[in-house]
């Protein structure tokens, strides 16, 4: 059975800085492309950032794009994503995804999700 369980949301000000957290089971971690998506309130979920198995390739959206920092740590089973200098429009859900096949970018690419975490930046 696989989870994907992520932590770490909050309500920051503009400006702030915050680290989530989503540790897997029932994944074979070490050979997973990861995601991280995120979803407005009456938007779509979209592309946020993605790490291959090794952590050597990363890729981010134009939006978060040196603000944000995707990584990984396969002994512990977990993808993180710190976000830094953050802004009201990434005010979001936040959800992990282990990749399935094909683009990277989109959502029905991911097999399996969590259940999200809430970042809320007020300005």
């Known amino acids: 059975q696989v989870q994907l369980v992520e932590s770490g949301g909050g309500s920051v000000q503009t400006g702030g800085s915050l680290r989530l957290s989503c540790v897997t089971s029932?994944?074979?971690?070490?050979?997973?492309?990861m995601g991280w998506f995120r979803q407005a309130p009456g938007k779509e979920r979209e592309f946020v950032a993605v790490i291959n198995w090794s952590g050597y390739y990363t890729d981010y959206a134009v939006s978060v794009n040196g603000r944000f920092t995707i990584s990984r740590d396969n002994a512990e089973n977990s993808v993180y994503l710190q976000m830094n200098s953050l802004k009201p429009e990434d005010t979001a859900v936040y959800y992990c995804?282990?990749?399935?096949?094909?683009?990277?970018?989109?959502?029905?690419?991911?097999?399996?999700w969590g259940k999200g975490t809430e970042v809320t930046v007020s300005s």
């Open positions: 995804a282990v990749h399935r096949s094909g683009n990277l970018y989109i959502t029905a690419s991911y097999r399996a």
């Open positions: 029932g994944v074979t971690f070490s050979s997973s492309t």
